[in-house]
């Protein structure tokens, strides 16, 4: 690190602080800085905005950093073991089996995950209003971005339609 680059011990407190929680105001908090939670959120957000801080903490967050293409190999991984992988047996103090489960939840998230990822699975709302296409995009994005269930995009699009039915 260069001298322009050279950190203040509370600085270099908030870094180690902030890689551990990933929370800026707890990491304001134990690096030091005095204040109420907002006084520390406004310190947490000049001290990420730091081009020393900000580079300290990417160096340190690189090396942790998978790409796309490793989430997806792993996730592929995962979603094409084999089923006995995921069986959990314990054993008795005698060496016998006292309990086996199949533990498959790994391996069908890895297989939700991935089908999302390559758009296996659509989604259609049927509506009866003008409004077709927007509800449609609404019911996609809160699929898409909020991870939402179809059941609960759907319950969600029906209470707005009623709020603002009820409003007009």
């Not at 600085?11 to 602080?17: D, I, N, T």
């Not at 905005?49 to 996730?75: C, D, F, G, T, Y």
């Amino acid at each position: 690190m260069s001298s322009q680059g050279i950190l203040t011990i509370k600085q270099r407190l908030f870094v180690e602080a902030y890689l551990e929680t990933r929370n800026g105001t707890e990491a304001a908090r134990r690096a030091g800085y005095a204040g109420d939670d907002n006084v520390l959120g406004v310190q947490a957000h000049d001290n990420l905005r730091n081009p020393k801080i900000k580079e300290q903490i990417e160096r340190r967050i690189k090396p942790h950093i998978i790409s796309a293409n490793e989430v997806l190999r792993e996730l592929s991984d995962i979603a094409t073991a084999d089923w006995r992988d995921f069986v959990q047996v314990k054993y008795g103090k005698d060496g016998k089996v006292i309990h086996a489960r199949l533990a498959l939840g790994d391996k069908l998230r890895a297989l939700e995950l991935s089908g999302k990822y390559h758009k296996l699975f659509t989604y259609k709302v049927e509506t009866s209003t003008p409004n077709d296409d927007i509800k449609r995009e609404l019911f996609e994005q809160l699929i898409e971005r909020f991870g939402l269930t179809p059941e609960r995009a759907e319950q969600l699009i029906e209470l707005d339609s009623e709020l603002t039915e009820s409003l007009t």
